[in-house]
DNA sequence: ATGCGGACCTGTTAGC
DNA sequence: TGCTAACAGGTCCGCA
């Protein structure tokens, strides 16, 4: 479900009902996401108030007073704030209760998802030290992708979809902006001029920030932490079009597949 | 170092 | 109608 701009939307509908707010309880139903839920968790949070709530390309994190809660919703997973005693619908692997008798509900069905506990910089933890600059950061420019794109082979898709280069850019809007930019997405990365990668990166900007602006992309079922869909797809020039016509030229779109995922181009207008 | 494929898990849909 | 296969918004890990 969640690309950047949904996790985003998810950060500022959950931040102001979190924010100051102390942890009444933990309550987990499920704790084998993509690893366990530290088996201490209640403890580790009880008490404690929730400074600050951050973004690190998808991940969320919770700033509290001796440590950070970091989320990932990997491919399905959504967070809602709802009354503590709302029922549990199925795939509500994890709550926490805060102070007012809301509750942070965590739900997902596939848990490709993560929660975990760090007392230290999370900048530092393990799966956040190798993550590339954020893509709406002023250090992400096409001069960068350029530089760390030299004597590299691989699908200038697949490399725009690597975090360890960029953080944030997937399947849907690494579609998008090489559709805006005009690039082949099997284009080998080592084979792009400068001037190229500066349209990619304004594209990637541009879509990003866009999908924000509109609540995300719902494709089947990702809602805003107030229920909501987001409006995004109404936007999309190439995602899940395959054989629709280009809004540029007109001609059928392709869809074919790049490291096992869904990749749709216009063959005309993308070279 | 680089690039690829497999792995994790459930739900929905297309096809026979 | 019912079964099966393919596919889905992510990304870490191990292997060549």
């Given at each position: 479900m969640p690309e950047l701009p949904e996790v985003e939307t998810t950060r500022r509908g959950i931040a102001p009902h979190l924010q100051g707010h102390q942890v009444r309880e933990v309550i987990v139903r499920?704790?084998?996401?993509r690893w366990p839920i530290p088996r201490n968790l209640n403890a580790l949070l009880?008490?404690?108030?929730?400074?600050q709530i951050d973004r690190r390309g998808k991940y969320l994190l919770l700033g509290m007073d001796t440590g950070t809660l970091i989320l990932h919703l990997g491919m399905s997973g959504s967070l809602r704030i709802l009354p503590a005693t709302t029922p549990v619908q199925k795939h509500d692997h994890l709550d926490i209760v805060l102070d007012n008798g809301q509750c942070l509900r965590l739900r997902d069905p596939r848990r490709f998802g993560a929660v975990l506990w760090t007392r230290?910089?999370?900048?530092?933890?393990k799966l956040l030290q190798s993550l590339g600059p954020?893509?709406?950061?002023?250090?992400?420019d096409g001069d960068y992708l350029w530089q760390r794109s030299r004597g590299r082979k691989l699908a200038i898709k697949s490399f725009v979809m690597d975090s360890k280069i960029v953080?944030?850019?997937g399947n849907i809007y690494a579609n998008e902006a090489l559709f805006i930019a005009g690039i082949?997405?099997?284009?080998?990365?080592?084979?792009?001029?400068r001037e190229r990668y500066q349209q990619l990166a304004v594209a990637i900007k541009q879509v990003l920030e866009a999908a924000i602006r509109e609540g995300g992309t719902t494709l089947r079922d990702f809602t805003a932490s107030d229920g909501k869909p987001g409006y995004f797809r109404l936007k999309l020039?190439?995602?899940?079009?395959?054989?629709e016509p280009c809004h540029q030229c007109g001609k059928a779109l392709r869809q074919i597949v790049i490291a096992q995922r869904s990749t749709y181009y216009c063959q005309h207008c993308q070279r």
């Open positions: 499920q704790r084998q996401l009880r008490g404690q108030t929730i400074e230290k910089d999370p900048a530092r933890h954020e893509p709406l950061s002023d250090e992400f953080t944030g850019v082949h997405p099997q284009r080998a990365a080592g084979r792009i001029s020039h190439v995602y899940e079009r395959d054989q």
